[in-house]
């Protein structure tokens, strides 16, 4: 495309260099407006275009890999106790040190992203399945809708770590109780995003066009709702799967989490509360892969936001 | 608006009811027998059984709950298994500390998160504006009991200028009770700082493109001005609702808290509650905490016709 003329200012023209050549001299460069569009393509222009995707996907992607291939990257068996060599500072033999059983901290800490990143993922896509179909029977049939969502405010004014708490406190510990007790914390707020999506693309003129021609509501949902509400379900489900990864470290934290047998970033920072103020690193490792993973995580969220709906992303 | 209000206290109930059944009926659906769950491993079967007399486990679900629901109406949260001492009586022992800790969070919290919100929206796009951001990004990223070790390391254990653990009665003065209470409202003010300055800088970027905003900067009024008094009242509203909803980030986090720096709050009764599995107990804190946060919500609900006019019901 060719450049208007109008935009360059520093072009030689004898008529107005011989009126004002100080004036001419001192006007500034006018950015140009058509800039050449240069076309990015490959992973290194996506990385350029979304940074935010780009980091917080080769993270959580390193974490994964962590997780999947903890037996070899020289690790020992997490739970093996060795007392004699209890409370040993980081050193070559142990690279973040050992706990006061003698167990060796960076086995346990690569061990316990097993932990945290099925409990995020499994909470993410048991609740973004949860919420879509509430939210979806809520937005479409108007005699549920009242009921549905008394009890989703009920839910939801019940602080989540505590919903958590009392599920917990009534079954036994395991990884799959976790997941079902942050999940059942985490739906009434994917379930509102879905039915409030639903009630503004129930208003679409498109929708009332399918349903003018015909369309049976079950394809109407199928066609027309369903593929418009994934943008923001992925979105949200990112944020459900950080906060998750969060609950279950605080859960595990007080108690009420993981069972202590399994190494989790929680438990071992449980294990470390007494001590902390004397071998602050038994706390610190865990706790840094944690941030990271759940920075990483919320970075994606973030990129993707923006990615999808860049109406939001000039707002938040 | 009398009528909104009682409508409004109204609607309250349909939702404390909620979370009552909610948390009544866990006893009921548990998987497996919450009783035997409860007695622990080590209990025999005549354990087992008087724990399932005491929670009522052996009488019909709506007979029960009814009573349930009227000895909570006449402030009756029932008896912790473990040391059979009213519930209401440990949680009323134990929560000036819990109170304290959110109330200096909330205040301090408030006092940073809408300054820097409104900052971040008038330089928007700039370097302070990027900076705060990121910094909103790790506060929703960082857990809370990482800041609160990473605070105590730091302005404690290396520097002495605080207190490490603990807490002081707001009765042998103000300035042990603060002391004890800075870091602990640091660490747990984090996510809520994050929380708030995102949303205020949103809802002020909003703002400063109306055109009343042009016609005070055309009257000549300051850059502190238009900040703070034209736009920051008119971005009140979602400031103040999602300060409503993250007292909820508050609750949830002060547990953590008070078991970081060992502070003998309700948080604290929570966590040996659940070592001790004493359900009662985990009850009566989740129901009372929902209370307060439905209070709260109420209260600002309600604020919003004072915060602005145009809102009318």
Redesign the interface.
């Known amino acids: 495309m060719t450049p208007p003329p109008v935009i360059t200012a520093a072009a030689p023209d004898s008529f107005t260099t011989a009126m004002a050549p100080d004036l001419i001299a001192s006007a500034p460069d006018l950015p140009d407006l058509f800039r050449p569009v240069r076309l990015r393509r490959g992973l290194w222009g996506f990385a350029r275009r979304h940074p935010a995707i780009a980091i917080g996907g080769a993270l959580v992607l390193a974490m994964l890999l962590i997780a999947l291939f903890a037996p070899w990257l020289g690790t020992v068996d997490p739970t093996a106790l060795a007392p004699a060599r209890r409370t040993r500072e980081p050193s070559a033999a142990y690279w973040f040190g050992s706990d006061m059983l003698g167990r060796d901290i960076y086995s346990r800490v690569l061990y316990g992203t097993r932990v945290s990143l099925a409990v995020g993922f499994s909470v993410a896509i048991l609740a973004s399945l949860a919420g879509l179909t509430i939210g979806l029977v809520s937005g479409f049939i108007r005699r549920a809708d009242g009921l549905i969502m ?2 989703m ?3 939801m ?7 958590a ?8 510990g395991s990884v799959g109780n976790v997941i079902t007790a942050i999940t059942i914390a985490e739906i009434p707020r994917v379930s509102r995003l879905v039915r409030s999506v639903v009630l503004s693309l129930r208003e679409q003129p498109y929708v009332d066009a399918a349903v003018a021609a015909g369309t049976r509501t079950p394809m109407i949902i199928l066609r027309h709702i369903l593929p418009n509400t994934l943008a923001p379900m992925t979105v949200q489900a990112t944020y459900v799967c ?1 906060s998750a990864m ?1 609950v279950e ?2 859960l595990s ?4 989490g993981t069972p202590p047998t399994i190494p989790s970033w929680g438990n071992i ?1 449980a294990e470390g ?1 007494a001590l ?2 004397v071998k ?1 690193y038994i ?2 490792f865990p ?1 840094a892969f ?2 990271v993973t ?2 990483a995580v ?2 994606l969220g ?1 990129g993707l936001r923006d990615a999808l709906d860049p109406r939001m992303a ?3 | 608006m009398l009528n909104y209000v009682i409508r409004r206290i109204l609607a309250t109930i ?6 009552a ?3 009544f009926s ?2 009921y659906i ?3 027998d ?1 009783a035997a ?2 007695a622990g491993d080590q209990a025999t079967p005549a354990d087992v059984e008087r724990i399932r007399a005491s929670l009522g486990l052996d009488r019909p679900f709506l007979i029960r709950f009814g009573e349930w629901v009227w000895q909570i109406l006449h402030a009756d949260l029932g008896t912790s298994i473990f040391t059979n001492l009213p519930v209401a009586a440990m949680i009323a022992q134990r929560i000036e500390p819990t109170l304290s800790l959110m109330a200096v969070t909330l205040v301090f919290a408030v006092s940073i998160a809408v300054p820097i919100g409104v900052v971040a929206a008038w330089r928007a796009d700039t370097i302070i504006d990027r900076a705060i951001m990121a910094f909103a ?2 506060g ?7 800041i609160g ?2 605070l105590a ?1 730091v302005f404690a ?1 290396q520097l002495d200028w605080l207190p ?1 653990q603990g807490y002081t009665p707001l009765s042998e003065g103000l300035e042990p009770w603060i002391e004890n209470l800075i870091l602990p409202a640091l660490a747990l003010g984090c996510v809520y700082i994050a929380l708030i300055a ?1 949303t205020t ?2 809802a002020m ?2 703002v400063l493109q109306q055109d009343y905003i042009r016609t005070a900067r055309a009257k000549g009024i300051g850059q502190p001005g238009i900040l703070f008094v034209h736009a920051l009242k008119n971005a009140a509203v979602p400031i103040v609702t999602v300060i409503g909803i993250g007292i ?2 508050l ?3 002060a ?2 808290t008070e ?2 720096f060992a502070i003998p709050g309700v948080g604290r009764l ?2 040996d ?3 001790r ?1 004493d ?1 009662p107990v ?2 009566g ?2 129901l009372l ?2 209370f307060i ?2 209070v709260v ?1 109420l209260l600002i609900d309600l604020l919003y016709t004072v915060l602005d006019p145009r809102i009318r019901y």
């Open positions: 008394r009890v405010d009920g839910l004014s019940i602080p989540p770590i505590l919903l708490v009392a599920l917990m406190a009534l079954t036994r950080a969060i470290a605080i934290f007080i108690g009420a920072m509360r902390w103020q602050p706390v610190f706790a944690l941030s759940v920075l919320n970075l973030d000039k707002r938040l | 349909p939702v404390m009811a909620v979370v059944l909610f948390v866990l006893l548990a998987p497996g919450p769950v409860i990004v790790l929703f990223s960082v857990p809370v009991f990482v070790y990473l390391y254990l490490v995102r800088r949103a970027l909003e909820a980030l609750i949830g986090g547990v953590v078991t970081v929570t966590v509650a659940i070592l599995r359900y985990i009850q804190v989740v905490f929902s946060y439905v919500n």
